[in-house]
């Protein structure tokens, strides 16, 4: 990874859910809120502009997206099978195998699988212990 691609996902990654905890409000005020901070970190009108682009985005898988937007996309989409979310969206009834190939690339859906088997597993374990 460059370091200018590197630097813009960093930024990206901290700030694309600025904005609000409901993804309305990120799409709608997380772009402006991210322009003012950029701005005073000294950042170019073409980063700002790049960054806010995603912010608006973020949760829709896009069909031609940048390579920054699909780290982002990964990052969010994984952290679902994290052992802090995972309970979240699992009561919800999210449809695993959906999340799972909606991503763009095979060794991501290879590191899903791995992970939601992992949470399976710790699932039938605190079943079988309670």
């Given at each position: 990874?460059?370091?200018?691609?590197?630097?813009?996902?960093?930024?990206?990654?901290?700030?694309?859910?600025?904005?609000g905890?409901?993804?309305?409000?990120?799409?709608?005020?997380?772009?402006?809120?991210?322009?003012?901070?950029?701005?005073q970190?000294g950042?170019?009108?073409?980063f700002?502009k790049?960054?806010?682009?995603?912010?608006?985005?973020?949760?829709?898988?896009?069909e031609?997206?940048?390579e920054?937007?699909?780290?982002?996309?990964?990052?969010?989409?994984?952290?679902?099978?994290?052992?802090?979310?995972?309970?979240y969206?699992?009561a919800?009834?999210?449809?695993?195998?959906?999340?799972?190939?909606l991503?763009?690339?095979?060794?991501?859906k290879?590191?899903?699988?791995?992970?939601?088997?992992d949470?399976?597993?710790?699932?039938?374990?605190?079943?079988?212990?309670?």
């Amino acid at each position: 990874m460059s370091k200018e691609l590197e630097e813009f996902v960093v930024a990206l990654i901290v700030l694309h859910d600025i904005g609000g905890s409901i993804i309305e409000e990120q799409y709608k005020r997380g772009p402006e809120i991210a322009t003012i901070l950029l701005r005073q970190l000294g950042y170019s009108k073409k980063f700002i502009k790049g960054i806010c682009e995603i912010i608006r985005t973020h949760h829709k898988r896009l069909e031609n997206a940048s390579e920054a937007f699909k780290i982002l996309y990964y990052a969010d989409q994984l952290a679902k099978f994290s052992v802090a979310e995972f309970p979240y969206y699992e009561a919800r009834k999210v449809d695993w195998d959906k999340v799972i190939n909606l991503m763009y690339h095979e060794h991501s859906k290879t590191l899903a699988k791995k992970l939601l088997e992992d949470r399976s597993l710790l699932k039938s374990v605190d079943l079988s212990i309670k």
